[in-house]
């Protein structure tokens, strides 16, 4: 029933995959991507197919993923955004955008899945409106 | 370890039995009918077994999910509602009632299982008094 | 500061103008009216005039309260509104609209003045976004 | 428009003196005590008069301000709570009552005046229902 | 991906096995007692393994989970807080901690996972600094 | 009752002074700048003195009040931030921090009295932990 994807950016491919295989068992349709370079690209081609962003904030060494949200956030004001974060939560009351959630590692799945069904439901037009 | 069942209205058949399932892998237990007028006819004959109110807006000839909610508030204040809107969203400001939640289509199924789970949660007798 | 007014309907003089007094002493500006035919009247001719709605429930002979809310939702979705409520504030959940605060009588002001402030501010459009 | 009046208990004299004006000010009633127990009888004379509870937590050799909240909610299981306090907050996650706000000092009043407000809203009737 | 697990205690076994694999099934880790004793000198002796604190409140002839709760707070002041309640919900304004839930059998299950995965993502520390 | 100041940044000074006046006949003590540098400058000499920002977004020739905000908050990342906004409001899904607010022009004063009023108490050490 659902429409699009939820984009997902983290550099170490097993956890990618770990996160990949739970929001898809969760009811979530995801395109994945280890660098904030790869997920722009995707993200410019066709910007109306990615309904959220969840991104690591380490990313190796070129865009983090407090870069990648201010990139996106432009042209999708209202894309709910999930940091995952190792040591870098603190950063987040400077470096993150508003209406953002930041998860700490170690977390439990059902933590991104509830965070990120919550985020898209606060934005549905009707609701805001 | 749950009582009572989810009341879920669709006039789309096979959009009804997908929601069905979901939401019983979830772990709730639902009644489902396919007009405003059958599932009021359920819920008139034993309003206290039923928990929440899942509804699609538009419900073919009779009535609709905005006048169902309406019908079912007064004999359950605290009832939670989820309406299912294709195109008519943007009449909830004026059509829904209070503490109700509007879900677009497309949408995710944990947006629904979600949104379900923090109504009920939030309607606790105990936490709201 | 301020742009536009606060629509105030209330068909008892003597409150109507002890609430008049009471919000621009908070810093409001108000247009009140004793009737919703008189507030409608006001609202079709300069829509975008007016921010915030409060209004009485029980209105006289002709429109209640809840009327003129569904009336007034349709041209501006966003526009907070306000019930005050004699004995009628266990009506809200199905008469009232979505996003809307009622405030049964006996009250202090500032319940008011706080209300109005917070819808307001939880309607900024970036807020949203 | 008010009715009742909201439960004030701080044994300081002068800081008692100055949340009276300020909440007279800004347009509540209040009833100032300077104990627990004084408080109490006056509440226990008369619970229905009494809308919320604003209560320093050191309030000399008698009852805190913990056990003043713990001794009045059975009674009245909505009313508001808001518990001020000089270097006792941390302890607030484990001897506070839910639904209850506590304020460290130094504070503004407004801080005082808008908690007020918000949870004398939060408990209305028809918003809980 | 977790790290820690989900501190369970209720005194009916064929309850606790279905929280048990409820919550396991969601992707939480749990550890789960059948009494608050049981349940403390597990937290005492390694507190900063769990992560949260899921219990029924009536739990046989030795401490509440009123009081369960309370000796954990001191430790872990963010800790969160579930309470399943039979027919004791009543007393929770008086009786619960701050920022906990109650909730009130009979629930469905989805009911506990979300408020769960609500509440650790609330207590981040990066979202509330 | 109060310690410290609020932090208020505006660089037309018709509109610095009615803000002033507002804030402190509200009962808060501010310290008021016409630039983000002079602002900083105070702010580096004693962070601990303020409570709290609000800025105008546009500053003249130097920083912007987003840059001001990102500057103040890894110093002390649980200050409340209050943007003030002409036609800047669209930009603050990716230009904002976290848990900030922005507001509009044209607005009412009550707006930023109590949102100042309300992400203070939200800071408090005692609810967030």
Redesign the interface.
Known sequence: ????TILVVEDETL?LM??EA?LEE????VSCFTSAEAALSAFDAAPETF?ALITDIRLGPGKSGWDL???I??VN??MPVIYI?GDS???????????????????????V??????L??DQ??????
């Open positions: 029933m659902g429409g699009g956890i770990e996160m739970a969760a009811g979530f349709a309904k949200a201010r990139e956030r432009p004001p209202a974060s939560a603190v950063h987040w009351p400077s470096e993150g955008v508003p209406n953002s959630v930041v998860i700490a590692k170690p977390f439990f799945m059902p933590q899945t509830t965070a990120l069904a919550t898209l439901n549905q037009p009707g609701e805001n409106a």
